[in-house]
């Protein structure tokens, strides 16, 4: 274990490889473009290393890295070969125009790699590792060697390789847990080891590349940093090669968020960036993000549950352990639903300018409950209608004077509609599919709204022939959607009624707006 304490500050470096393994991901390729757009969001997030590709995998990858070279800097940008000179040659030209430039080599060290994939031996694979080091020094001063599957790999055998590549010249040593196979206190225990063991460590920086496959990626990385490991590779959204790669939200948000356990460390990230960044890496390859992933998931900072909510109300750290803010979310959002009590249903109404007595809030909270058993979530549009039919009188900009319908078998459904706007009238005709459907024609060529009928009811709301008729709609007009009721012994006039209620709804309220969003 690493001894601290001292008060000293250590700089975790944090190598993005989003654009290299990230892409390794199974239906995640990006164009050229799409790389150079990430990158620049990557330099702006404040990563240290940007592993843009590997160049020697195809032509696009040579091209992607080229461009990432000449046009971004800041961050030290890096490509992958394998120990060979043509691999490292690749690397080499696609970095050509970077103003730091770091070649990445690698070679399995493990006994089933060797045997199987590589079929070489212990001796042969020593003696390549220290060549391409070597090999790829001749071109910058910033080598990194990777011994794959270093997890795996016989530790005395490990130990050798790394004291032979930072002989070569190799400024970074990298253990990567290839297929996640590591658990953190084994891996913990493998850095220990490593700096114990290797005479020259002292000149490389160990870094820890970390696979997901039993979900430990994150665990195993920062098990490695609290036991020496002073880089690490990661990625965007935790992309990568299967279940791909430890994720850079989750490592940096740990060490600034444990800053009692990760005493004195640090990363350059600038956090706020990582929300922005997530998205378009999200946009760019396709991958969606689970909506509970943590950091930058959408749920990552909501709350559904009625006792969460109530004590994000009154504190926000009892149920928050990080600031939305502080990793660019737009906020904390308590979600209405129906696991939410009074106290968010409240906070929303406040926030959205209603100030109900209690009697109100009752109604309100009753019929909410109604429409959350139904419903996943409860929007604003969903609380201001529900007021609107339960508590707001709705004046009557349009008041109907008169309607007149034609029908039948052989003729054209038409209306002809009169109506009232304060002292003036306005009269207008239109056909339709039927009489209502022409009656609400003219209405909307009377009050210039277009509007969609999305629902209509009708109910008889007392007995006989001259039983009143009662007309529900609910309407939409440029994404809001309302409801409108009229009654009346004519259906065609009740119908009107009720049609003329939803645009006076639409025209008395704008969208209902939270203060703050
Ligand atoms: O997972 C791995 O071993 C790699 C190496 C190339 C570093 O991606
Ligand atoms: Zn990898």
Do not use: W
């Given at each position: 274990m690493v001894k601290r304490g001292t008060g000293k500050k250590e700089k975790i470096i944090i190598f993005d490889t989003t654009l290299r393994d990230g892409e390794q991901c199974p239906g995640a390729s990006l164009g050229t473009k799409e790389k150079l757009e990430i990158a620049r969001q990557l330099a702006l997030l404040g990563a240290d290393?940007?592993?843009?590709?590997?160049?020697?995998?195809?032509?696009?990858?040579?091209?992607?890295?080229?461009?990432?070279?000449?046009?971004?800097?800041?961050?030290?940008?890096?490509?992958?070969?394998?120990?060979?000179?043509?691999?490292?040659?690749?690397?080499?030209?696609?970095?050509?125009?970077?103003?730091?430039?770091?070649?990445?080599?690698?070679?399995?060290?493990?006994?089933?790699?060797?045997?199987?994939?590589?079929?070489?031996?212990?001796?042969?694979?020593?003696?390549?590792?220290?060549?391409?080091?070597?090999?790829?020094?001749?071109?910058?001063?910033?080598v990194e060697f990777s011994p794959e599957d270093a997890s795996r790999s016989e530790r005395e055998f490990l130990f050798r390789v790394l004291e032979a590549v930072i002989q070569a010249g190799a400024k970074t040593v990298n253990i990567p847990d290839t297929v996640g196979y590591a658990i953190p206190r084994q891996f913990g225990q493998l850095i220990s080891q490593i700096r114990e063991r290797v005479p020259n460590i002292h000149k490389a920086v160990i870094s820890v590349h970390c696979h997901n496959d039993l979900g430990l990626g994150v665990s195993n990385s920062l098990e490695a940093v609290l036991n020496g490991a002073r880089q690490v590779e990661c990625t965007m959204n935790g992309l990568g090669e299967r279940a791909g790669n430890a994720s850079l939200e989750e490592i940096v948000m740990t060490i600034k968020t444990r800053k009692d356990v990760f005493k004195g460390m640090y990363t350059g990230i600038n956090t706020r960036q990582i929300c922005k960044t997530s998205r378009l890496v999200s946009k760019l390859t396709g991958m969606i993000v689970q909506p509970n992933k943590a950091i930058v998931g959408q749920n990552a900072f909501r709350h559904e549950a009625g006792i969460h909510q109530h004590g994000v109300l009154r504190k926000r750290t009892t149920y928050e352990i990080m600031r939305p803010e502080d990793v660019g979310f737009g906020g904390t959002s308590l979600v209405l639903g129906k696991h939410s009590g009074r106290h968010a249903l409240e906070d929303r109404l406040r926030k959205l300018g209603y100030a109900l007595s209690k009697a109100e809030l009752d109604k309100i909270f009753l019929r909410f409950k109604e429409l959350a058993d139904k419903k996943k979530e409860v929007f604003n549009e969903d609380i201001a209608a529900i007021i609107e039919d339960e508590i707001l009188v709705v004046p009557e900009i349009y008041s109907l004077e008169a309607v007149h319908t034609s029908s039948g078998t052989k003729t054209i459904p038409t209306a002809t509609v009169r109506l009232r706007k304060g002292n003036e009238i306005f009269q207008d005709a239109a056909c339709g599919d039927g009489p209502v459907d022409a009656c609400c024609k003219t209405i909307d060529r009377i009050t210039g709204i277009q509007c969609e009928l999305l629902e209509y009811s009708l109910k008889a709301v007392t007995g006989g022939k001259d039983a009143l008729g009662e007309v529900n709609v609910q309407v939409r007009a440029k994404n809001r959607v309302v409801t409108g009721r009229g009654a009346s012994t004519d259906i065609i006039q009740a119908s009107a009624k009720a049609y003329l209620n939803a645009i006076n709804k639409l025209l008395f309220r704008k969208p209902p707006k939270v203060k703050g969003e």
């Open positions: 290393v940007i592993e843009a590709g590997f160049p020697i995998a195809s032509p696009g990858d040579l091209e992607a890295v080229k461009l990432v070279a000449r046009n971004v800097k800041g961050p030290v940008i890096c490509g992958l070969a394998r120990s060979n000179k043509p691999d490292i040659d690749a690397a080499r030209e696609a970095l050509r125009l970077a103003r730091r430039g770091r070649i990445h080599v690698f070679l399995a060290t493990s006994k089933i790699h060797m045997k199987y994939k590589l079929r070489k031996a212990e001796g042969e694979i020593l003696r390549l590792a220290r060549q391409s080091v070597k090999y790829a020094r001749r071109f910058t001063d910033d």
